[in-house]
């Protein structure tokens, strides 16, 4: 008999969940203008990083589309700290701004804690100011009325919306960067979602078995392929977060932390592109409704 997770693995779309999220979020969009409330997403963006521009543009793409006011700050690679803290103060200060974030990574030599610190924290809308990681370390089983970091958001709304549940699944997350590894174990450790998390790193002894233990894998290295078919559970469920950009016949193109032949094991896989990315896009622009709806 065959299992149920053999054949290839199915396909956790984020785009086409993404577009829901942002159907969902227009009708909210509207509700607020209608009491006369306008959300504003700001972002500050410091350079010419040719993927940080698109990721920008991406964003305000985005907030056309739901119906949210956008206000596009970029500043030229040479601004100093102060000059980007003098733009972060502009925003906190304007109130068609409701939540802003700052395009990462900073120019070298910038101080990117100072200026994730130096944002008011209700108008984080990348949930990543130490206030609002701090009430997701102290809140474990009530209600969280502060943003959430978006990526790891994304992780469980894509998980969740095709029906699988991750009550009592171990889950393993490779990698210990900000934006994800470091916040994510936070919140699939909350009362309400209830996963067991073990998080992996450069320096983790024997990942393959740490990996091959897990109902569920959260790749978030920005390592091509680093997750292949042999460290993966038959059946597991797995999330390609990292990218990283690839040469392939000579020709540059993304490449995430799974390689080919996972989806032969994996029971759910998160396509990369078009799997979390999008999803991050969707619940930034959720963590800026939300704020607005706070006011
Ligand atoms: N302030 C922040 N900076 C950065 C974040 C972040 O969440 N906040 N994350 C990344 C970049 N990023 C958003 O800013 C981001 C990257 C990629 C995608 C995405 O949708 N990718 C597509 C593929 C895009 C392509 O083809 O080039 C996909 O996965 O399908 C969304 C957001 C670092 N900086």
Same mark, same amino acid.
């Given at each position: ?23 969902? !979020? ?20 410091? @350079? ?26 970029? !500043? ?10 003098? *733009?972060?103060?502009? #925003? ?6 409701? @939540? ?63 029906? $699988? ?15 994800? @590894?470091?916040? $994510?174990?936070?919140? !699939?450790?909350? +009362? ?17 078995? +740490?990996?091959?233990? *897990?109902?569920?894998?959260?790749? *978030? ?5 680093? $997750?292949?078919?042999?460290?993966? +559970?038959?059946? *597991?469920?797995? #999330? ?13 193109? #993304? ?5 080919? @032949?996972?989806?032969?094991?994996? !029971? ?28």
């Amino acid at each position: 008999m065959r299992a149920p997770w053999e054949g290839k693995a199915r396909v956790l779309d984020g785009k086409a969940t993404a577009s829901q999220i942002k159907t969902e !979020l227009r009708e909210r969009v509207e509700a607020l203008r209608a009491r006369g409330v306008v959300p504003g997403l700001g972002t500050i963006l410091v @350079g010419d990083d040719p993927a940080s521009h698109t990721y920008v543009a991406g964003k305000h793409r985005d907030c056309q589309e739901v119906g949210i006011e956008s206000i596009r700050v970029d !500043l030229p690679g040479e601004s100093t700290e102060a000059d980007i803290l003098a *733009a972060v103060e502009r #925003l906190n200060t304007d109130d068609a701004c409701t @939540g802003y974030i700052v395009q990462l990574p900073l120019p070298n030599g910038v101080d990117t804690n100072r200026i994730l610190e130096a944002i008011d924290p209700a108008k984080d809308a990348d949930g990543l100011h130490p206030m609002n990681l701090g009430r997701l370390v102290l809140r474990v089983s009530e209600e969280i009325d502060s943003p959430l970091p978006c990526t790891p958001r994304a992780v469980i709304e894509l998980v969740e919306r095709a029906g $699988i549940d991750l009550a009592g699944k171990d889950v393993v997350v490779v990698g210990r960067g900000v934006t994800v @590894g470091r916040s $994510i174990g936070l919140l !699939l450790t909350r +009362k309400y979602v209830n996963a067991t998390v073990t998080l992996c790193h450069t320096g983790t002894r024997d990942l393959a078995s +740490k990996v091959r233990s *897990a109902d569920v894998v959260v790749a *978030a290295t920005g390592a091509a392929g680093i $997750i292949t078919p042999d460290m993966v +559970k038959p059946g *597991a469920v797995v #999330l390609d977060v990292g990218v990283s950009r690839v040469e392939v016949d000579g020709k540059a193109r #993304l490449a995430g932390d799974v390689a080919d @032949g996972v989806d032969e094991v994996a !029971l759910a896989l998160s396509p990369n592109p078009g799997g979390v990315g999008p999803m991050t896009r969707a619940l930034l622009l959720a963590n800026v409704v939300e704020a607005a709806e706070r006011l």
